[in-house]
């Protein structure tokens, strides 16, 4: 799972415009392993950041992104909750001075790096959401972006006229929305164009009109 939420991370920056590195290959077999960046992202052409970015990240915010360094939680079953993010303290080390340096030498100069965590999802609850941000804010997190809004934007911008040969994962969007499994703009998944044709009515014996 951690490939593929990756993976859906990274074409998501990629069909942006960011160059995007994996710092490493491995899967590190130590407990430390949540601590290091999944992804490193540069932008090679931003535009001018006149006000600071908000923390729940949109796809229109990405063109004032200069650089970031990304943690992928692809626990698709979890919400991050106030009470979760107590539990697993180990998801804010990507976020140390150590970690931002390493992605500040890897992408070279830039704008400020900014620390961006992947998330499953937020509590509903206005007042849990606004405090599971606070948490993730008291720990060096500078941004979020769920994988709701990056899956919508994937969708949206696969075009079913396109042959996407070098992404599977955009090859399969582009087949499921082009069978008319992934719709737009609610996404509806599998739910058919129209309802399956009856087959002719069967009657009974006793149905039958006498001296049939």
Known sequence: MPAVSETIVREFFELHGFLVRQPRKHTLRSSRGADEADLFVVNPRPLPLTEPLPFLLAPEDLDRLSRGVVVVKGWHTETFSPSRLALQPEIFRFASPAVVRQAARELGAGGPVCKILV???????????????????????????????????????????????KSDLLQVLRILKNYGFLRDPQLELFKPDRKPRQGPAVTSPSDRPAGA
Request: proline content about 6%.
């Open 119 to 165: 998330v499953p999802s937020l509590p509903q609850k206005e007042e849990l959401r606004r405090q599971s941000i606070a948490v993730m804010q008291q720990n060096g997190v500078d941004a979020a972006l769920p994988f709701a809004t990056l899956l919508a934007d994937l969708f949206r911008r696969v075009e079913i006229n396109r042959d996407y040969q």
